[in-house]
């Protein structure tokens, strides 16, 4: 399959900012540059309210320089989990802060280097949010090969209907204007209901970004748990 078409410009991204800045700051903007911890402990309450449990098999699509999995460490409960991202320096810096037995592969291509029906969550925090939706949909069909039935998939997404998520569109919009273009990608509810009935999915729920989930804070972005039918 063909890589992702902001490989590069990540890869430079990333290099630029430690060159530039101290190597936990850098890591942090490298995500989003918002609160790594407490949005890290966000995602994981996600999970958890998704029906995550000791002794599960966790794929971390986008895992980044490892908000998540820093957080599910400090659970410090038995997980099989694998992340999976497009920048080396990213993992190389998640896995200098969690468990040994964490893994971490570097993957350019719109699929999930996991075996078929092994992952009992899947999970892709501020991922589809810079993808075409062709791709998210692309990703969500290998998601579900990989999960076991009854697996879970959940993502987070911006939406028009979110007056919080409209600043986005406008720093999209100032950001092609000056020429440094940064793809920001709204998917409607309704579009994921479809891409749910077409692709065999269960819609569990809708977690709007404003929506306080376990004992965190709001994650910003809205959410949606589904399910691979048994």
Known sequence: MAQFHFVEDYVKQVAAMKAKYPLDEAMAMAVGNADYHKVGQTERDILFAAGLRPGMSVFDLGCGSGRLATALAKEQIPLQYLGTDVVQDLLDYAASNTPAHFR?????????????????????????????????????????????????????????????????????????????????????RQAIDIWAQRGDWRIDQYIDGSEIVGDGEPLGQSSVILTKPP
């Open 104 to 188: 971490y592969i570097l993957h350019r291509e719109l699929s999930v280097p996991a075996e078929s029906s092994s992952v009992d969550i899947a999970c892709a925090f501020s991922v589809f949010t810079h993808l075409l939706h062709h791709e998210t949909f692309m990703y969500m069909q290998d998601i579900r090969r990989a999960l076991k039935p009854g697996g879970k998939l959940v993502f987070s997404f911006l939406e028009f209907a979110a007056n919080n998520h409209w600043a986005v569109f406008d720093y999209t919009i100032a950001a092609q204007r000056d020429n440094t273009a940064s793809l920001n990608m709204f998917i409607e």
